[in-house]
Protein backbone atom coordinates (compact mmCIF):
# COMPACT_ATOMS: atom_id res chain seq x y z
CA UNK A 1 0.00 0.00 0.00
CA UNK A 2 0.87 3.50 -1.01
CA UNK A 3 -0.18 4.58 2.27
CA UNK A 4 0.50 3.62 6.22
CA UNK A 5 -2.81 3.66 8.00
CA UNK A 6 -3.33 3.23 11.90
CA UNK A 7 -6.54 1.23 12.90
CA UNK A 8 -7.96 1.82 15.88
CA UNK A 9 -10.74 -0.55 17.80
CA UNK A 10 -13.46 1.36 19.28
CA UNK A 11 -15.26 -1.38 21.44
CA UNK A 12 -15.36 -5.22 22.12
CA UNK A 13 -17.76 -6.20 19.49
CA UNK A 14 -17.23 -3.87 16.32
CA UNK A 15 -15.88 -0.67 15.34
CA UNK A 16 -12.86 0.80 14.21
CA UNK A 17 -11.26 4.31 13.27
CA UNK A 18 -9.20 4.45 9.96
CA UNK A 19 -6.38 7.02 9.91
CA UNK A 20 -3.39 7.72 7.42
CA UNK A 21 -5.14 6.88 4.36
CA UNK A 22 -7.12 9.84 1.62
CA UNK A 23 -9.88 8.58 0.92
CA UNK A 24 -9.87 11.05 -2.31
CA UNK A 25 -7.40 9.01 -3.71
CA UNK A 26 -7.65 5.78 -2.48
CA UNK A 27 -5.75 3.43 -4.86
CA UNK A 28 -7.52 -0.76 -5.88
CA UNK A 29 -5.19 -2.03 -3.57
CA UNK A 30 -6.37 0.42 -0.68
CA UNK A 31 -9.88 -0.10 -1.31
CA UNK A 32 -9.12 -3.80 -1.32
CA UNK A 33 -7.26 -3.24 2.14
CA UNK A 34 -10.39 -0.80 3.29
CA UNK A 35 -12.57 -4.57 2.66
CA UNK A 36 -10.43 -6.46 4.50
CA UNK A 37 -11.12 -4.21 7.50
CA UNK A 38 -14.67 -3.96 7.22
CA UNK A 39 -15.30 -7.83 6.97
CA UNK A 40 -13.08 -7.51 10.31
CA UNK A 41 -14.77 -4.98 12.33
CA UNK A 42 -17.58 -4.30 10.35
CA UNK A 43 -18.58 -0.39 10.87
CA UNK A 44 -15.46 1.83 9.71
CA UNK A 45 -14.69 5.79 10.60
CA UNK A 46 -12.41 7.72 8.81
CA UNK A 47 -11.66 11.11 10.48
CA UNK A 48 -10.91 14.13 8.60
CA UNK A 49 -11.84 13.15 4.84
CA UNK A 50 -13.93 16.03 3.63
CA UNK A 51 -14.70 14.52 0.14
CA UNK A 52 -16.79 16.69 -2.37
CA UNK A 53 -19.90 14.68 -3.48
CA UNK A 54 -17.90 13.21 -6.62
CA UNK A 55 -14.90 12.11 -4.55
CA UNK A 56 -17.43 10.40 -2.63
CA UNK A 57 -19.01 8.24 -5.53
CA UNK A 58 -15.45 7.57 -6.86
CA UNK A 59 -14.60 6.09 -3.40
CA UNK A 60 -17.46 3.95 -3.42
CA UNK A 61 -17.26 2.30 -6.51
CA UNK A 62 -14.71 0.54 -5.68
CA UNK A 63 -17.00 -1.60 -3.68
CA UNK A 64 -19.90 -2.51 -6.25
CA UNK A 65 -22.79 -1.04 -8.01
CA UNK A 66 -24.46 2.44 -6.38
CA UNK A 67 -27.70 3.30 -5.91
CA UNK A 68 -29.75 6.34 -4.64
CA UNK A 69 -32.20 6.04 -2.18
CA UNK A 70 -35.55 3.92 -4.09
CA UNK A 71 -38.08 5.77 -2.13
CA UNK A 72 -37.05 9.20 -0.11
CA UNK A 73 -37.11 11.73 -2.18
CA UNK A 74 -33.65 13.53 -2.87
CA UNK A 75 -34.54 17.00 -3.20
CA UNK A 76 -30.60 18.54 -2.49
CA UNK A 77 -28.14 16.48 -4.25
CA UNK A 78 -28.11 16.09 -8.34
CA UNK A 79 -25.86 13.13 -8.67
CA UNK A 80 -28.21 10.60 -8.65
CA UNK A 81 -25.68 8.29 -6.48
CA UNK A 82 -26.01 10.16 -3.77
CA UNK A 83 -28.36 10.04 -0.84
CA UNK A 84 -28.50 13.30 0.96
CA UNK A 85 -30.89 14.41 3.81
CA UNK A 86 -31.34 17.29 5.53
CA UNK A 87 -32.58 17.40 9.24
CA UNK A 88 -33.03 19.21 12.42
CA UNK A 89 -34.78 18.29 15.76
CA UNK A 90 -33.72 14.42 14.98
CA UNK A 91 -33.39 11.96 12.31
CA UNK A 92 -35.73 9.76 10.28
CA UNK A 93 -33.81 6.47 11.04
CA UNK A 94 -34.39 6.87 14.64
CA UNK A 95 -35.23 2.96 14.82
CA UNK A 96 -32.74 -0.08 14.74
CA UNK A 97 -32.32 -1.07 10.63
CA UNK A 98 -30.17 -2.69 8.06
CA UNK A 99 -30.67 -0.42 4.98
CA UNK A 100 -33.08 -1.71 2.69
CA UNK A 101 -34.16 -5.15 4.05
CA UNK A 102 -37.62 -4.72 1.73
CA UNK A 103 -35.85 -5.29 -1.28
CA UNK A 104 -34.96 -9.20 -2.37
CA UNK A 105 -31.07 -8.13 -3.15
CA UNK A 106 -30.81 -5.10 -0.42
CA UNK A 107 -27.99 -3.20 0.76
CA UNK A 108 -24.05 -4.63 0.82
CA UNK A 109 -23.04 -1.66 2.67
CA UNK A 110 -23.54 2.04 3.03
CA UNK A 111 -20.29 4.53 2.64
CA UNK A 112 -21.52 8.22 4.38
CA UNK A 113 -20.60 11.78 4.64
CA UNK A 114 -20.76 13.61 7.44
CA UNK A 115 -21.32 16.96 5.99
CA UNK A 116 -22.18 19.02 8.48
CA UNK A 117 -23.19 17.85 12.41
CA UNK A 118 -24.47 19.59 15.20
CA UNK A 119 -21.87 20.06 17.99
CA UNK A 120 -24.12 17.93 19.94
CA UNK A 121 -25.91 15.00 19.41
CA UNK A 122 -27.04 13.16 16.53
CA UNK A 123 -24.87 10.32 17.23
CA UNK A 124 -25.05 7.27 15.62
CA UNK A 125 -24.92 3.55 17.02
CA UNK A 126 -24.31 0.07 15.52
CA UNK A 127 -25.11 -3.65 16.58
CA UNK A 128 -23.36 -6.12 15.38
CA UNK A 129 -25.89 -9.52 14.18
CA UNK A 130 -23.42 -12.00 14.10
CA UNK A 131 -22.75 -11.50 17.94
CA UNK A 132 -26.73 -11.21 18.64
CA UNK A 133 -26.94 -14.69 16.99
CA UNK A 134 -24.07 -16.07 18.64
CA UNK A 135 -25.48 -15.29 22.16
CA UNK A 136 -28.48 -16.57 22.08
CA UNK A 137 -29.41 -20.56 23.49
CA UNK A 138 -29.02 -23.15 21.45
CA UNK A 139 -32.65 -23.77 21.63
CA UNK A 140 -33.49 -19.73 19.96
CA UNK A 141 -30.78 -20.00 17.75
CA UNK A 142 -32.42 -23.47 16.10
CA UNK A 143 -35.62 -22.21 16.00
CA UNK A 144 -34.35 -19.04 14.61
CA UNK A 145 -32.55 -20.79 11.59
CA UNK A 146 -35.73 -22.55 10.75
CA UNK A 147 -37.62 -19.14 10.28
CA UNK A 148 -38.25 -16.64 7.35
CA UNK A 149 -39.35 -13.26 7.41
CA UNK A 150 -41.73 -10.78 5.98
CA UNK A 151 -39.91 -7.26 5.45
CA UNK A 152 -41.94 -4.08 4.14
CA UNK A 153 -41.25 -0.55 2.78
CA UNK A 154 -44.48 0.60 5.11
CA UNK A 155 -42.02 3.08 6.74
CA UNK A 156 -41.53 4.85 3.44
CA UNK A 157 -45.46 4.66 2.86
CA UNK A 158 -44.62 1.87 0.47
CA UNK A 159 -46.58 -1.15 2.24
CA UNK A 160 -46.37 -3.17 -0.85
CA UNK A 161 -42.95 -3.04 -1.56
CA UNK A 162 -42.48 -6.53 0.27
CA UNK A 163 -40.07 -9.59 0.51
CA UNK A 164 -39.26 -12.70 2.42
CA UNK A 165 -35.98 -13.19 3.86
CA UNK A 166 -34.38 -15.85 6.55
CA UNK A 167 -34.34 -14.73 10.25
CA UNK A 168 -30.85 -16.09 10.13
CA UNK A 169 -28.54 -15.51 7.05
CA UNK A 170 -24.83 -15.73 6.48
CA UNK A 171 -22.51 -13.89 5.26
CA UNK A 172 -21.28 -14.74 1.61
CA UNK A 173 -17.50 -13.57 2.15
CA UNK A 174 -17.04 -14.70 6.30
CA UNK A 175 -19.22 -17.39 6.14
CA UNK A 176 -20.31 -16.54 9.79
CA UNK A 177 -24.28 -16.70 10.82
CA UNK A 178 -26.26 -13.63 11.84
CA UNK A 179 -29.57 -12.55 12.78
CA UNK A 180 -31.51 -10.48 9.82
CA UNK A 181 -34.73 -8.78 11.33
CA UNK A 182 -34.83 -5.36 12.35
CA UNK A 183 -37.82 -2.93 14.25
CA UNK A 184 -37.75 -0.21 11.13
CA UNK A 185 -38.96 -3.31 8.18
CA UNK A 186 -39.17 -6.45 9.54
CA UNK A 187 -43.04 -7.47 9.92
CA UNK A 188 -43.76 -10.95 10.49
CA UNK A 189 -42.54 -14.69 11.15
CA UNK A 190 -43.88 -16.81 7.89
CA UNK A 191 -43.62 -19.84 9.55
CA UNK A 192 -45.81 -18.35 13.27
CA UNK A 193 -49.18 -17.45 13.91
CA UNK A 194 -49.51 -13.49 13.92
CA UNK A 195 -49.09 -13.40 17.98
CA UNK A 196 -46.26 -15.93 18.18
CA UNK A 197 -44.51 -13.62 15.73
CA UNK A 198 -45.00 -10.65 17.50
CA UNK A 199 -43.68 -12.57 20.75
CA UNK A 200 -40.72 -13.33 19.13
CA UNK A 201 -40.08 -10.28 17.16
CA UNK A 202 -40.27 -7.80 20.02
CA UNK A 203 -37.65 -9.94 22.01
CA UNK A 204 -35.34 -10.10 18.72
CA UNK A 205 -35.46 -6.43 18.30
CA UNK A 206 -34.72 -5.79 22.00
CA UNK A 207 -32.11 -8.10 22.20
CA UNK A 208 -29.94 -6.62 19.38
CA UNK A 209 -29.87 -3.99 21.05
CA UNK A 210 -28.10 -5.19 24.25
CA UNK A 211 -24.72 -2.67 24.70
CA UNK A 212 -22.26 -6.06 24.16
CA UNK A 213 -23.34 -5.86 21.07
CA UNK A 214 -23.42 -2.10 20.49
CA UNK A 215 -20.69 0.82 19.39
CA UNK A 216 -21.72 4.51 19.51
CA UNK A 217 -20.23 7.15 17.60
CA UNK A 218 -19.70 10.71 17.71
CA UNK A 219 -19.75 12.56 14.61
CA UNK A 220 -17.72 15.43 13.44
CA UNK A 221 -17.84 17.52 10.20
CA UNK A 222 -15.71 15.40 7.56
CA UNK A 223 -16.03 12.50 8.79
CA UNK A 224 -16.95 9.33 6.06
CA UNK A 225 -18.15 6.17 8.22
CA UNK A 226 -18.85 2.82 6.03
CA UNK A 227 -20.95 -0.16 7.61
CA UNK A 228 -21.43 -3.65 6.22
CA UNK A 229 -25.50 -3.77 6.25
CA UNK A 230 -25.65 -7.64 6.07
CA UNK A 231 -24.40 -8.07 9.33
CA UNK A 232 -25.08 -4.92 11.44
CA UNK A 233 -28.21 -2.58 12.29
CA UNK A 234 -27.92 1.09 12.94
CA UNK A 235 -29.89 3.67 14.79
CA UNK A 236 -29.58 7.36 14.59
CA UNK A 237 -29.83 9.08 18.23
CA UNK A 238 -32.97 11.44 18.20
CA UNK A 239 -31.28 13.55 20.25
CA UNK A 240 -30.56 17.25 18.26
CA UNK A 241 -31.42 20.53 17.33
CA UNK A 242 -28.66 21.83 15.14
CA UNK A 243 -29.06 21.59 11.41
CA UNK A 244 -27.51 17.84 10.50
CA UNK A 245 -26.59 16.78 6.52
CA UNK A 246 -25.62 13.53 5.24
CA UNK A 247 -24.64 12.35 2.07
CA UNK A 248 -24.99 8.27 1.48
CA UNK A 249 -23.72 6.39 -1.16
CA UNK A 250 -25.26 2.75 -1.29
CA UNK A 251 -23.36 -0.08 -2.45
CA UNK A 252 -26.49 -2.96 -3.79
CA UNK A 253 -26.59 -6.49 -5.24
CA UNK A 254 -26.63 -8.36 -1.77
CA UNK A 255 -27.90 -12.41 -2.22
CA UNK A 256 -29.30 -13.01 0.73
CA UNK A 257 -28.35 -16.78 1.67
CA UNK A 258 -30.20 -18.27 4.59
CA UNK A 259 -28.41 -20.46 7.11
CA UNK A 260 -31.00 -23.64 7.09
CA UNK A 261 -33.39 -23.86 4.52
CA UNK A 262 -37.31 -23.13 6.48
CA UNK A 263 -37.66 -26.48 9.01
CA UNK A 264 -41.90 -25.49 8.91
CA UNK A 265 -44.69 -24.61 5.87
CA UNK A 266 -45.98 -20.84 6.07
CA UNK A 267 -48.78 -20.23 9.29
CA UNK A 268 -52.10 -18.69 6.96
CA UNK A 269 -55.04 -19.02 8.98
CA UNK A 270 -58.26 -20.04 7.60
CA UNK A 271 -60.04 -17.33 5.77
CA UNK A 272 -62.82 -17.91 8.49
CA UNK A 273 -60.95 -18.26 11.65
CA UNK A 274 -62.05 -14.69 12.78
CA UNK A 275 -61.41 -11.02 12.61
CA UNK A 276 -57.67 -12.11 13.73
CA UNK A 277 -56.98 -13.55 10.45
CA UNK A 278 -56.71 -10.10 8.58
CA UNK A 279 -53.35 -10.21 10.15
CA UNK A 280 -52.45 -12.60 7.55
CA UNK A 281 -53.42 -10.84 4.91
CA UNK A 282 -49.93 -9.34 3.89
CA UNK A 283 -48.31 -12.65 4.37
CA UNK A 284 -50.58 -14.24 1.89
CA UNK A 285 -50.13 -11.50 -0.47
CA UNK A 286 -46.21 -11.86 -0.40
CA UNK A 287 -46.75 -15.73 -0.84
CA UNK A 288 -49.01 -15.09 -3.76
CA UNK A 289 -46.70 -12.88 -5.47
CA UNK A 290 -43.79 -15.10 -4.17
CA UNK A 291 -45.34 -18.39 -6.21
CA UNK A 292 -46.21 -16.34 -9.34
CA UNK A 293 -42.62 -14.92 -9.88
CA UNK A 294 -41.59 -18.77 -9.16
CA UNK A 295 -43.48 -19.71 -12.14
CA UNK A 296 -42.92 -17.33 -14.48
CA UNK A 297 -39.13 -17.93 -14.09
CA UNK A 298 -39.99 -21.30 -14.27
CA UNK A 299 -41.80 -20.71 -17.59
CA UNK A 300 -39.35 -18.73 -18.89
CA UNK A 301 -36.19 -20.99 -18.43
CA UNK A 302 -37.68 -23.70 -19.95
Not at 209 to 216: D, H, Y
Not at 273 to 283: E, I, M, N, V
Request: aromatic letters at 8%; one cysteine or more.
Amino acid sequence: MSQSIEVTRLVGALGAEVRGLSLKSAAPDEAARVQELLLEHHVLFFPEQHLDANEHVAFGRHFGQLEGHPHLENVESQIPEIFELVATRGGIADEWHSDISFQESPSIMAILNMVKCPEVGGDTMWSNMHLAYEELSTPLRDLCDGLTAVHNALPHGKPEKATIHPVVRVHPETGRKSLFVNEHFTRRIVELSHDESEHLLSYLFRWVTNPRFVVRYRWHQGTIGMWDNRCTQHFVVNDFSAERIIQRVTVMGDEVSAGHEPKWEPYVRDRHAGATSRQDRLLKTVLKERAAAAAESTRAAS
